[in-house]
């Protein structure tokens, strides 16, 4: 074999190779939005229920402010843990 047919079969190779990798990554976009299609009509998004206006009995906090209850449950849970702890 001479280097004329050494490089003809090298870049058939080269050829075939990369050619294969090219349909293979072609047919995997194609299955892939087809499983896209196929899930978003049998599992579609849960619709969002639109924001309706906030009730003007509950007061706004201001950043950072906690309310009682929730200082009450996160102490509790403190104590909880440190006396499973020891």
């Known amino acids: 074999m001479n ?5 003809e079969k090298g870049v ?5 190779g990369m050619g294969s990798v090219f349909i293979f990554l ?3 976009v194609i299955v892939i939005t ?3 299609k196929v899930i978003g009509r ?11 206006r906030k009730s003007a009995a ?5 950043a950072g402010e906690v309310d009682a209850q929730m200082i009450a449950v996160i102490s509790a849970a403190i ?3 440190r006396a499973r702890r020891s």
Not at 12 to 16: D, K, S, V
């Open 3 to 7: 280097s004329s047919d050494l490089m």
């Open 12 to 16: 058939e190779l080269l050829l075939l």
């Open 26 to 28: 072609i047919l995997l």
């Open 34 to 36: 087809l499983m896209s």
């Open 42 to 52: 049998y599992f579609p998004e849960p619709i969002a229920a639109p924001a309706g």
């Open 58 to 62: 509950k007061p706004q906090k201001k």
């Open 79 to 81: 104590r909880q843990h």
